[in-house]
């Protein structure tokens, strides 16, 4: 759905909304939906400027880094956000924003795309580093099995190293 300036300029738009898995594209990200994402938001005009300001909330799957089993991760987030007119982007020599203004963006025409905006806080709300549990033992190296299913005696733990593999092969 669009948020467009026109409504925006007679009324705040509070927006609540359910989107399936699938029914967004995270654009190649290396993780599904898995539960439907639930939104609440409201969206105002200040100024030139439009807030959005709302929370989502739904679950994320992932693969564990180290192990490479998948990762169900519930994910909660508040955002509150301002998207400017694009022709009021800064030129780049003068793009350094204060520390309090990190989350904002630009817009052109006559609005801006509700599901983008969803879209982008879900990419954000996924961690850097996904790992199934704090102790996964993750891949023997050497060859490639499942450290927390099995033992496979290739070497003691405490030698392995992350490049270990690099220098056998
Ligand atoms: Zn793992
Ligand atoms: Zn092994």
């Known amino acids: 759905m669009r948020i467009t300036l026109e409504e925006l300029e007679l009324h705040p738009i509070v927006v609540s909304k359910t989107y399936s898995p699938g029914a967004l594209d995270y654009h190649g990200a290396e993780f599904h939906q898995v539960a439907p994402l639930q939104v609440n938001a409201v969206a105002e005009l200040r100024g030139a400027e439009i807030q959005v300001r709302g929370r989502l909330g739904t679950s994320l799957e992932a693969s564990c880094d180290r192990c490479l089993g998948s990762v169900v ?13 694009v022709s009021t982007m800064p030129r780049a ?36 580093k996904v790992i199934c549990k704090a102790d996964c033992r993750g891949l023997c ?7 927390n299913v099995e033992k496979c005696g290739c070497l003691p733990t405490a030698e392995i190293s992350p490049f270990s593999s690099l220098k056998k092969s």
């Not at 991760?73 to 007119?85: A, K, N, Q």
């Open 141 to 147: 190296p050497v060859c490639g099995s499942n450290l």
């Open 73 to 85: 991760i519930p994910v909660e987030r508040d955002f509150d956000l301002c998207y400017r007119p």
């Open 93 to 128: 020599e003068e793009v350094e924003l204060p520390q309090d203004e990190l989350e904002v963006g630009f817009f052109s025409g006559d609005g801006i795309e509700f599901d983008d905006v969803v879209t982008e806080q879900v990419i954000l709300s996924m961690p850097m």
